[in-house]
């Protein structure tokens, strides 16, 4: 999300990595994201695409931060948009995320 390497995908591009973990699907722990700027990079990159739901599937670390996303969401966009990065009008103001553990612990 902070590099911005989203693409969309469908069953027939995932469906046989169920067994290969998040690094076949180009997904692992990430020092950025543990900071404002690396959430914010993260927002912006969403926020453009369109994403306004997310889904993600870890162990504590992943869900953590996903509810951290969530948490700081509104002020994100507030800051983007103060610093003209991000129109608000986009309607993203509503940022859902689901978490599904999937933890070896």
Do not use: Y
């Given at each position: 999300?902070?590099?911005?390497?989203?693409?969309?995908?469908?069953?027939?591009?995932?469906?046989?990595?169920?067994?290969?973990?998040?690094?076949?699907?180009?997904?692992s722990?990430?020092?950025?994201?543990?900071?404002?700027?690396?959430?914010?990079?993260?927002?912006?990159?969403?926020?453009?695409?369109?994403?306004?739901?997310?889904?993600?599937?870890?162990?504590?670390?992943?869900?953590?931060?996903?509810?951290v996303?969530?948490?700081?969401?509104?002020?994100?966009?507030?800051?983007?948009?103060?610093?003209?990065?991000?129109?608000?009008?986009?309607?993203?103001?509503?940022?859902?995320?689901?978490?599904?553990?999937?933890?070896?612990?």
């Amino acid at each position: 999300m902070i590099e911005g390497l989203i693409a969309p995908c469908g069953w027939n591009d995932v469906g046989h990595v169920l067994g290969e973990g998040g690094t076949m699907i180009k997904s692992s722990r990430c020092p950025a994201f543990m900071t404002r700027e690396g959430r914010k990079q993260a927002a912006l990159n969403l926020a453009r695409l369109g994403i306004d739901r997310l889904v993600v599937i870890g162990g504590d670390g992943s869900l953590t931060g996903a509810n951290v996303l969530r948490g700081e969401w509104s002020s994100l966009l507030q800051e983007l948009a103060k610093e003209g990065q991000l129109d608000l009008e986009s309607g993203l103001r509503n940022f859902r995320i689901a978490g599904v553990v999937g933890s070896i612990d």
